[in-house]
């Protein structure tokens, strides 16, 4: 996801592995001119693979600020092929203090239920409140909130998020054995750090009677059916007041 206040610098939330054909496939985050390019600053919400793995492919020498929390950037720091990013300052995120990453986009994170990157749970780290976090984004007179991973909605979050202009939430399951019903991996959504789209508290039960503008799912695993227009699953999305977030998909708020 990439955000912009006024179309010409752009913040990235995360920098998945397929990074660079993203870039490719968006005009507006195309360089400018020799060694340049739009994306002023990376944001990454966790330390999963997804989220920075394609930090190696940012390393072509433009400059660039990356924001984190704490634990998020020590973990890059043990790292040393991340070591690669010559050119780019690394920020620690002010958690639950608004900051401004570029001009005229204002941002505030704080913690949601989750867990540690898959590999550092295998290593025995213990949870930390900086492993899973949203963010509030406000420019002008509009403000949306990004929760790419939750692991669950509690009467906190509901009321945080409520009376927003957007939220883009996480989509990753339908239902909690989706991927062991698949054959896909014998893991739940719940030992993942996900909560499921469907169910009693799932993110459509848990969310529908909250005020929003737009609402959106995102970082929506290949093995969900709300992927497939024509399941029973994608209609109830839809009829729920929620959009299947699609690669190449722009918003103005």
């Known amino acids: 996801m990439a955000l912009s206040a006024d ?3 752009w913040l990235l939330l995360n920098a998945s592995p397929d990074i660079r054909q993203q870039l490719l496939e968006t005009p507006d985050l195309h360089p400018r001119s020799l060694r340049d390019s ?7 919400t966790n330390a999963e693979i997804d989220a920075v793995a394609g930090l190696l492919t940012l390393r072509e020498g433009h400059a660039f600020d990356l924001w984190a929390d704490g634990s998020v950037l020590e973990t890059l720091g043990k790292n040393s092929i991340f070591d690669v990013l010559t050119r780019v300052s690394r920020r620690n995120l002010p958690q ?22 898959w590999y550092l749970e295998q290593s025995g780290q213990a949870a930390d409140d900086g492993d899973t976090i949203g963010l509030r984004i406000r420019a002008k007179d509009k403000t949306a909130f990004v929760i790419p991973a939750c692991a669950e909605i509690t009467d906190d979050l509901r009321a945080r998020v409520s009376g927003a202009d957007a939220l883009f939430f996480d989509g990753t399951l339908w239902r909690d054995d989706e991927m062991i019903r698949a054959g896909l991996a014998q893991k739940t959504g719940a030992s993942m750090g996900h909560v499921s789209i469907s169910g009693a508290a799932g993110v ?7 005020p929003l503008g737009q609402r959106v799912l995102v970082h929506i ?15 109830q999305t839809i009829a729920a007041g929620w959009v299947v ?4 998909m722009s918003m103005t708020l």
């Open 221 to 235: 695993n290949n093995s969900n059916p709300v992927l497939r227009p024509g399941t029973s699953e994608y209609a």
């Open 38 to 44: 739009p994306v002023k600053a990376v944001l990454l």
């Open 7 to 9: 179309g010409e610098d």
């Open 96 to 117: 639950g203090e608004e900051f401004q990453p570029l001009a005229g986009l204002y941002v505030t994170s704080f913690p949601v239920p989750g867990k540690p990157a």
């Open 204 to 210: 459509i039960a848990r969310l529908h009677d909250i």
């Open 245 to 248: 977030g699609q690669a190449g």
